[in-house]
């Protein structure tokens, strides 16, 4: 199947700073990516689903100032966790979908990110 | 709105046992269903998925039905391996181009 990569796959950071994360599509085009966050012994909560070239739209409760996403390629989104804090450490995973070939429309998934925030 | 059940783990079975792992679904129209399955340090991976009523999905001796009538996707497998230990979710799409909604996961360790 497709593969999505994430990075970096764990990240410490200091309160108050942003962190940055990539997800890339690594043998596909991917006009749709999603982030979710899932919390210990929790589901997969989707955050938001990004387009390629448009504006994310966001999940209720999710503020789009504080989790910036840009889908500039057809390969890549990335996720900026804008000042941090305690209560943002998560693991973040990524999910890009697929709409050629064999594999269409299903959704793969990146290994994730550990985010641990000071 | 849709959302997913699945049975709270974690289930702790010996090797060769019989595993079933339930969900049921609350969803408008007709959803797809999947299961997918998280090993230790890796990204979520399509185990099997059902499109339809009474469809049947199957993959590395897992198995679930698409019960429309039960509103159910129950994960099953006749002899579970140590390397079947995982996270397993079930999850269901209502249509093309939505997202996929997940349950809350069940931890699966599995003993020699």
């Known amino acids: 199947g497709a593969v999505v990569s994430q990075h970096p796959s764990w990240v410490i950071c200091k309160s108050g700073t942003s962190v940055k994360i990539e997800c890339r599509s690594l043998d596909f085009q991917a006009t749709t990516m999603f982030w979710y966050r899932q919390f210990p012994k929790q589901s997969l909560m989707l955050m938001a689903t990004s387009n390629e070239g448009s504006k994310a739209t966001y999940e209720q409760g999710v503020e789009k100032d504080k989790f910036l996403i840009n889908h500039a390629s057809l390969t890549l989104s990335t996720l900026t966790v804008t000042s941090a804090h305690p209560e943002d450490s998560s693991f973040y995973i990524c999910?890009?979908?697929?709409?050629?070939?064999?594999?269409?429309?299903?959704?793969?998934f990146g290994p994730g990110t550990r985010l641990t925030v000071l | 709105g849709n959302s997913v059940t699945q049975m709270e783990g974690p289930v702790t079975l010996s090797e060769e046992a019989f595993l079933t792992i339930n969900c049921t679904y609350t969803?408008?129209?007709?959803?797809?269903l999947f299961w997918y399955v998280q090993y230790p340090g890796e990204g979520l991976q399509l185990l099997l998925k059902?499109?339809?009523?009474?469809d049947k999905g199957s993959n590395k001796g897992f198995e679930a039905t698409y019960r429309k009538e039960t509103t159910s996707f129950h994960l099953e497998k006749g002899s579970v391996q140590v390397s079947d230990s995982a996270v397993y979710f079930c999850a269901l799409r209502n249509s093309g181009n939505t997202p996929l909604v997940f349950g809350k996961g069940t931890r699966l360790s599995v003993i020699a």
């Open positions: 059902a499109t339809k009523a009474d």
């Open positions: 999910s890009a979908r697929d709409l050629t070939g064999d594999s269409y429309n299903e959704q793969f």
């Open positions: 969803a408008t129209g007709y959803p797809s």
